[in-house]
């Protein structure tokens, strides 16, 4: 940590004011330009440089050697001794065993076959999201003259040796900027993606409804259309809702409310909030929607009920000290789990409206990130701001590991990644996906 570096070395030397004390060169600078004009010094560039340094020295040590467990007498013999002795059930020692192969993952980079070679390493990965089966991922990449492109890869070429992967023939491009995106399971699972798109100028912002098909159709004549778009503010978060009793809805988080739609019917229901919406989930077992806001709150709203004047319709209420920017809803539907801006990650019991684990170590102040949650293999990944992928136990909010960018972090190059143990469907293999500038990485086991 460069904090604490900065602390040891100025509790040997005197720190005076406008002044840095560079410890390789055993003397003072001056912090502010003009006195030294070649070599000018600003405390973002000394934090920037400790950074980077440590970066580098991090990676560095990653490909020398393999990670060891941050748990102490942990391995994996060990486990198999244990269990063989009954002393760990299935479940314990799958997720212990997963946790050990998390410490050893090792990076090596995926080259993406493209119809366009056009497309391949020209623009900057902004967002990757999975579909459930992980057999593909939907892309959006910056455009350098401003705007998107997106589209969906397949991951199936993951399990062979030459690590490739396929890009699908179509490419989408729009001048405006993807807010959000989501998987939506109309016609059968995943077999569409919803899409925000931001307005510019005097362009309003859109959300619009895609089949995936229209990705991957060869014959322009066969293309599907889009099932629906319409004009919004601008929208913040996006969730389609697989609860039989709110059949084909999603929900679009925007500035002061939340819009839920219909596809078939067209029918659409606006509940109004006091702060812009900023992550949404809906529940499984019951048409309920999950909302965290900006103000730093975290709502649910039961779609089935009229929004009327006067009428509270908020259920559940909890509150975060900074606005929340990702949560995830646990499959027993119990617990939620919501990060903020803050760097705070919290574990929430619903039934009791209370925090009961915290995940130390996530760096956020102004970003808005997203949180995985893979309750399977019992771990929590979550990107920082200072572009360092971490991963936790989700049983003890263990740190597990510190994950390093392979580019110099910048606001522009924050990784996106997917976890699974499963990438490239049924078959496929394990490990960390991650997506950052124009590369594309596999951390396997």
């Known amino acids: 940590d460069p904090s604490s570096s900065s602390s040891t070395q100025n509790s040997i030397v005197p720190e005076l004011p406008g002044f840095y004390y560079d410890s390789e060169k055993n003397r003072y600078f001056r912090l502010l330009p003009g006195h030294n004009n070649y070599n000018p010094l600003t405390k973002e560039s000394i934090q920037y440089k400790a950074v980077e340094c440590k970066r580098l020295r991090l990676l560095e040590g990653e490909e020398k050697q393999k990670k060891k467990t941050t748990r102490g007498g942990l391995n994996s013999s060990v486990l198999l001794q244990k269990r063989q002795m009954g002393l760990l059930s299935s479940t314990s020692y799958c997720r212990l065993v997963h946790e050990l192969k998390v410490n050893s993952m090792q990076r090596r980079k995926i080259e993406i076959h493209s119809p366009d070679s056009s497309v391949a390493g020209t623009n900057n990965f902004k967002i990757i999201v999975a579909d459930v089966a992980c057999e593909r991922i939907f892309t959006v990449n910056d455009v350098e003259h401003?705007?998107?492109?997106?589209?969906?890869?397949?991951?199936s070429g993951l399990g062979k040796e030459s690590l490739t992967v396929e890009m699908y023939d179509n490419l989408y491009f729009t001048n405006r900027k993807v807010n959000s995106v989501c998987w939506a399971s109309l016609t059968h699972p995943d077999s569409h993606v919803k899409l925000c798109l931001m307005g510019i100028a005097e362009t309003p912002g859109c959300a619009s409804l895609l089949p995936a098909s229209l990705f991957s159709s060869t014959n322009p004549g066969d293309r599907p259309g889009m099932l629906c778009s319409f004009k919004i503010s601008t929208a913040w978060s996006c969730a389609w809702c697989l609860n039989p009793q709110a059949d084909n809805c999603f929900s679009t988080g925007l500035t002061r409310r939340v819009l839920v739609t219909n596809v078939v019917t067209g029918h659409r229901q606006t509940f109004g909030t006091s702060s812009d919406v900023l992550a949404q989930q809906f529940a499984r077992q019951t048409p309920v929607l999950y909302n965290g806001c900006r103000s730093g709150e975290i709502f649910s709203i039961d779609v089935r009920q009229r929004n009327r004047k006067g009428q509270s319709w908020k259920a559940i209420r909890l509150f975060h000290?900074?606005?929340?920017?990702?949560?995830?809803?646990?499959?027993?539907?119990?617990?939620?789990?919501?990060?903020?801006?803050?760097?705070?990650?919290?574990?929430w019991d619903l039934r009791a409206s209370k925090c009961v684990k915290q995940y130390q170590g996530h760096k956020n102040e102004y970003a808005i990130l997203p949180l995985h949650v893979n309750e399977e293999e019992g771990l929590v990944t979550a990107v920082g701001q200072d572009c360092y992928t971490r991963i936790w136990s989700l049983q003890d909010a263990h740190l597990l590991r510190a994950i390093p960018s392979p580019h110099p972090s910048s606001k522009d190059a924050i990784p996106s990644v997917v976890f699974s143990s499963r990438l490239g469907g049924h078959r496929g293999v394990p490990g960390l996906l991650m997506a950052v500038k124009q590369d594309l990485y596999h951390f396997s086991y």
């Not at 401003?146 to 991951?155: D, E, M, P, S």
């Not at 900074?322 to 574990?347: C, F, P, Q, R």
């Open 146 to 155: 401003g705007g998107c492109k997106y589209g969906i890869i397949n991951l």
């Open 321 to 347: 000290g900074s606005a929340v920017t990702s949560i995830h809803l646990m499959e027993a539907e119990h617990y939620l789990m919501a990060a903020d801006m803050a760097g705070k990650i919290k574990l």
